[in-house]
């Protein structure tokens, strides 16, 4: 009987085929992963052309002055209560529950005031309210 060892060969773990897929996997990854930024918005703002001016019925212009008297659709109203300027825009509301409600308000009108508008136009059934602004440029006084 031969009792002497036998040299046992140990099994050879061979990494470089196992590195070549992770490195195919890290690729693949890199370039179908798509990277967003959280630290910017990105908006689309609206386009507006002033060459096109048409007749628009469903709209309500309210204008709000800067001692809070209220016109609608260029009529000055009497009253400043909520009830008063919801008497007002179901009167001038032609389109219904479709009509659009514009603000527009004076730089140093009271905030109470417009929130009677949006009041007044949510207890009227019109939803869609919308504020008129103008531009910088054109808000500047012109200097001779």
């Given at each position: 009987m031969?009792?002497?060892?036998?040299?046992?060969?140990?099994?050879?773990?061979?990494?470089?085929?196992?590195?070549?897929?992770?490195?195919?996997?890290?690729?693949?990854?890199?370039?179908?992963?798509?990277?967003?930024?959280?630290?910017?918005?990105?908006l689309?703002?609206?386009?507006?052309?002033?060459?096109?001016?048409?007749?628009?019925?469903?709209?309500?212009?309210?204008?709000?002055?800067?001692?809070?008297?209220?016109?609608?659709?260029?009529?000055?109203?009497?009253?400043?209560?909520?009830?008063d300027?919801?008497?007002?825009?179901?009167?001038?509301?032609?389109?219904?529950?479709?009509s659009?409600?514009?603000?527009?308000?004076?730089?140093?009108?009271?905030?109470?005031?417009?929130?009677?508008?949006?009041?007044?136009?949510?207890?009227?059934?019109?939803?869609?309210?919308?504020?008129?602004?103008?531009?910088?440029?054109?808000?500047?006084?012109?200097?001779?």
């Open positions: 031969n009792f002497r060892s036998r040299d046992r060969e140990e099994p050879e773990i061979n990494l470089i085929p196992f590195i070549d897929v992770l490195l195919v996997i890290l690729i693949f990854m890199m370039l179908t992963t798509t990277y967003s930024k959280f630290t910017e918005l990105q689309t703002l609206p386009v507006a052309d002033a060459e096109q001016m048409r007749d628009r019925p469903k709209e309500i212009i309210v204008s709000v002055a800067a001692d809070g008297r209220y016109a609608v659709n260029k009529s000055t109203l009497e009253g400043r209560s909520v009830d300027m919801t008497a007002a825009l179901r009167a001038a509301a032609t389109a219904g529950p479709q659009i409600v514009i603000i527009s308000a004076d730089a140093m009108s009271p905030h109470q005031s417009v929130i009677t508008v949006m009041e007044a136009a949510r207890r009227a059934g019109l939803s869609q309210i919308t504020f008129a602004t103008q531009s910088a440029a054109s808000a500047a006084p012109a200097q001779h």
